[in-house]
């Protein structure tokens, strides 16, 4: 694989895990406003279920971008075989 296609399949595999990243911290950042209890109009025992739910959900972006980061990063770290 050339150096350009190497690079340029890297830059795609970042995109993808800022993507999920920003997806995780949007799960995240509900499951916040649920242990608040600003969420829904419920009680509180409803809100903090929705909470941890919003924690569990948001785990899952979470650990596949951090696995396509590491793999934008070592493709973008090879080098190429000479």
Known sequence: MS????NI????????????FALSVLCAFGGV??????????GP????????EAFVLA????GVGVLILV????VRRARAKE
């Open 3 to 6: 150096d350009r296609w190497r």
């Open 9 to 20: 399949l890297g830059v795609v595999l970042l995109a993808i895990a800022g993507v999920l």
């Open 33 to 42: 406003l649920a242990m608040l209890g600003v969420l829904a109009d419920v």
């Open 45 to 52: 025992a409803e809100n903090q279920k929705m909470g941890q």
């Open 59 to 62: 785990l899952y972006p979470l």
């Open 71 to 74: 793999a934008g990063v070592l």
